[in-house]
């Protein structure tokens, strides 16, 4: 395996005209991490992904992958990559499309063995044009995986999966990564980057505004998660509470994140006497991230 940080990223910045897609990121990511990059639409997750990949330049900074540039570690089979909107051949069967990869590379590990850690094995002769949107993202997966890569980069990676579908690409991906090899994926499935995840890195507008583990960010956000049954709920009355940063409404279920979660409290029993069920948490994830990107636009 290869020495040294598995990716550095210093002061790294990628501007397109008045956009600042990356403003100026310092990330450094060790060997055997699996690390979540999360972040709304426009945040710049793809951007960074691109230029780890060397597929974008950066206008200023340094981007290293195991002390290499991104195109030594690309030739080097350093890097492996699923990319969501990678192209299949529609006319080549699975099996000659991760043997084609695998040519390229100098020391690939076998395409039966890629294909047996990606779950399709018995897909090996069926063409892309007859693959569902979950089997052609379980083969990218064995595409990123055939070149026996030190860094794996996954963009959405069970996007188009099912539930099932996507237990079992982790628990392949969870058998990688056992063997020291480094993860780092986007993805916008928060349940995904609190299960699976070391450590979780949070963009917004470009910059790194949270980067630690689950609990750490959820830290970070502070506050609680007060849910409750409020007879006559409207969203405009549950809006109105004290403290609230983020709330939905069911019916007479309401769950609503607070950053002081005693006056939300008081407010909503001295406002709903009827309410009742009444349970308060600690803010997972989901709720760190809408409270830590909550003036991001929703563009890209």
Do not use: C
Request: no cysteine; proline share 4%.
């Amino acid at each position: 395996m290869a020495a040294g940080a598995a990716v550095r990223l210093s002061g790294l910045r990628k501007h397109y005209g008045e956009v600042r897609a990356v403003d100026g990121i310092d990330l450094t990511i060790a060997p055997g991490e699996v690390v979540a990059l999360l972040g709304p639409n426009g945040a710049g997750k793809s951007t960074t992904v691109d230029m780890i990949l060397g597929l974008t330049k950066p206008d200023s900074g340094d981007v290293t992958v195991f002390g290499s540039t991104p195109p030594d570690a690309i030739k080097r089979g350093t890097i492996g990559a699923m990319l969501q909107g990678g192209a299949l051949l529609d006319d080549a069967t699975v099996g000659e499309m991760v043997g084609m990869v695998a040519s390229l590379h100098r020391r690939p590990m076998p395409v039966a063995e890629a294909l047996r850690r990606a779950g399709i094995e018995e897909l090996a002769n069926r063409r892309g044009n007859k693959l569902s949107g979950g089997q052609k993202q379980r083969v990218r997966f064995a595409v990123a995986l055939v070149s026996d890569p030190d860094l794996l980069l996954l963009d959405e990676p069970t996007a188009a999966m099912d539930v099932g579908s996507r237990r079992e690409f982790w628990r392949s991906m969870q058998a990688f990564t056992n063997t020291g090899r480094t993860v780092l994926f986007a993805t916008h499935y928060l349940e995904e980057a609190e299960e699976f995840a070391d450590r979780v890195v949070l963009m917004r507008r470009g910059n790194v505004v949270a980067d630690g583990s689950v609990a750490q960010v959820r830290a970070l956000a502070g506050g609680r998660t007060v849910r409750a049954v409020v007879p006559g709920a409207t969203d405009e009355m549950i809006a109105g509470l004290p403290g609230v940063t983020e709330f939905q409404v069911r019916g007479e279920q309401v769950a609503v994140s607070s950053f002081d979660s005693d006056k939300t409290l008081r407010a909503l029993l001295a406002g709903f006497p009827g309410v009742h069920d009444i349970e308060i948490a600690a803010v997972g994830l989901e709720g760190a991230f809408l409270s830590l990107t909550s003036d991001e636009e929703e563009t890209r």
